[in-house]
């Protein structure tokens, strides 16, 4: 555990596809199958704490008591436009979740979060939410996205991530200490646009080539 709260995800094979991604000359294409693969994994260590009960199956040789999902239902929640690459994966691993989508972008000048789009499932309430970006860096959209899931009622988050900004995971702690932080590695800082280092650069325009 990075600090209290924080999980970072160091199996072998997420380190190696993040490496992967990294690599500046990593194209598009790549990038998004690279991002879609790290998020089943990290999909897999998110939902470890799931709740189980049993149900009676009949195996071709015996009934038995087989463990089942129970407890609340999930809802992923993408923020746009980058938390879709992650929502993929889930979703393979998750096929039932539902999925909110908090559409938010980072003013180049201020690093503030501006709103653009938001919808949610009705009975966001009673589910538990996984909120998904790939990127962690001052933290602004996670904490404007956790806040904005807030008002809609929701109640037991976790914030999934593919890289994070130590400033940016003790803002997350400091202002959303009941949310904890999955992410695949805690880089050495921001740079003075903002921007994780060492990185993997801008994370919407890798993955759909916008730059
Ligand atoms: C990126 C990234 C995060 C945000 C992280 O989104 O996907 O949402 O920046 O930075 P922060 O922690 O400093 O808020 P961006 O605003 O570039 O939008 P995009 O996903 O549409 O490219
Ligand atoms: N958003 C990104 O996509 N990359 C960063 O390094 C910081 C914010």
């Not at 989508?101 to 653009?116: F, I, Q, W």
């Amino acid at each position: 555990m990075w600090a209290d709260g924080v999980t970072v995800i160091d199996h072998p094979l997420v380190q190696h596809k993040l490496t992967l991604m990294r690599e500046k000359d990593t194209p598009t294409v790549e990038f998004r199958r690279l991002l879609r693969e790290i998020s089943m994994l990290l999909c897999y260590e998110a939902t470890r704490d799931l709740e189980l009960t049993t149900t009676t199956i009949e195996t071709p040789l015996a009934t038995m008591q087989a463990p089942v999902l129970a407890g609340k239902k999930l809802v992923f929640a993408s923020i746009l436009r980058a938390g879709n690459g992650l929502l993929e994966g889930m979703l393979d691993l998750v096929p039932a979740a539902r999925v909110a989508h908090v559409g938010l972008y980072r003013d180049p000048k201020t690093l503030v979060a501006v709103e653009y789009y938001f919808k949610a499932p009705p009975d966001i309430a009673e589910r538990r939410v996984i909120v998904l970006d790939p990127m962690l860096a001052t933290a602004n959209s996670a904490v404007a996205a956790v806040d904005r899931l807030k008002e809609r009622g929701a109640a037991e988050m976790k914030f999934v991530c593919l890289l994070a900004a130590p400033e940016g995971v003790h803002r997350l702690r400091d202002a959303h200490p009941d949310v904890p932080i999955v992410t695949a590695a805690v880089d050495e800082r921001l740079n003075e646009k903002g921007y994780i280092m060492p990185g993997l650069g801008d994370a919407g325009d890798r993955m759909y080539g916008t730059k």
